[in-house]
């Protein structure tokens, strides 16, 4: 069966700092992978979206970036972490996109905290 | 862009229905998810309809699908305290697969 794995489970950083959040998929092969965030009290925002390794598309401007190193690893990036940073962050992965459902499973997820 | 709306704020009494509902401009979305999130978790599949259905039952769950609209909406029968939590609804679209609506967040009081 298929699992995903998000790390760490939170997180409380200084305004300026670096960010590295991870997610793995395991039991799956050549998945689609999602970065969301969830503001507090608001819908999902889609971050990234990568198709396949180094394959990465930026759904939004900002100081955030995406890599794929490996088929089944995403990570989430930062050089420095704004306040506005603070958030849910959750990461996704789906089948193939050739299918038309496009079913995603999430990620337990990271909160991110700014001071 | 694509543009799903729903409702930010649900509650109800233990035992009765919850009918939660949502709006979406993409005309072309094939299937369109319901997940649930529970306090400070990831989401969950609830359940999905696909686009040639009108409703679709599945135990307590009651989607309906009205495509003339743009309108879903999910029905829990006989809501429990452990059905509290945000509820999204997610259609596909073209570009970015699936696109999630603000969430409902539904309070069941005993």
């Known amino acids: 069966s298929q699992t995903i794995h998000q790390w760490p489970a939170t997180l409380v950083q200084p305004v300026g700092s670096p960010l590295s959040l991870e997610c793995t998929v395991e039991?799956?092969?050549?998945?689609?992978l999602y970065w969301y965030r969830q503001a507090a009290g608001r819908g999902l925002q889609l971050l990234f979206y990568s198709v396949g390794i180094g394959q990465i598309s930026s759904e939004v401007p900002q100081n955030l970036s995406a890599s794929r190193p490996q088929d089944r690893q995403f990570i989430l990036s930062s050089k420095k972490l704004l306040l506005s940073d603070s958030g849910f962050y959750l990461c996704a992965w789906s089948r193939s996109r050739d299918r038309g459902d496009n079913e995603q499973f999430f990620g337990p997820g990271t909160r991110l905290t700014v001071l | 862009g694509e543009d799903v709306e729903q409702s930010l704020f649900l509650s109800v009494r233990e035992g009765d229905s919850s009918v939660i509902n949502c709006t979406y401009t993409d005309s072309s979305s094939t299937y369109l998810y319901w997940y649930k999130q529970e306090p400070g978790a990831g989401l969950q599949l609830l359940t999905y309809i696909f686009s040639n259905m009108d409703m679709k039952q599945d135990q307590r769950l009651t989607v309906l699908l009205n495509k003339k609209d743009k309108h879903l909406s999910l029905r829990i029968a006989d809501t429990q305290t452990g059905d509290s939590a945000i509820y999204f609804c997610a259609p596909v679209t073209g570009r970015r697969a699936l696109t999630f609506g603000s969430g409902t967040r539904l309070q069941v009081q005993p």
């Open positions: 039991g799956t092969s050549n998945p689609n």
